[in-house]
């Protein structure tokens, strides 16, 4: 059985030379759009009255659905939501063609 002093050894000495792992800037600048745009896309899901009156009954509120609502803010929200993925690719796969333009 090996002895677990010289094993605790071994680990110690191990430990210093792995290498840290690293994040590009442009995977963070990638993190913080899509953070930004989910942030986004909560905004204005509180402002659609359906999500609303399900978040009111979840935290044991009365629903406030009985008012009328117009639709603008909903339409927005889903338009959003369907178009924000594309809208994502067309701008990542702008800036790299942008990139590999400048790199020639």
């Given at each position: 059985m090996p002895d677990p002093n010289k094993m605790s050894k071994i680990r110690q000495?191990?430990?210093g030379k792995r290498p840290l792992p690293q994040v590009s800037l442009q995977l963070l600048i990638v993190m913080m759009l899509l953070f930004a745009l989910a942030s986004i896309a909560l905004l204005y899901a509180?402002?659609?009255q359906a999500?609303?009156?399900e978040l009111a009954l979840l935290l044991g509120g009365s629903p406030l659905g009985n008012a009328p609502t117009s639709r603008s803010s909903h339409l927005i929200f889903l338009l959003?939501?369907?178009a924000?993925?594309?809208m994502l690719a067309?701008?990542?796969s702008l800036v790299v063609s942008f990139r590999r333009?400048?790199?020639r």
């Open positions: 000495k191990t430990r509180t402002r659609v999500i609303q009156d959003f939501t369907y924000s993925p594309l067309a701008v990542m333009a400048r790199q």
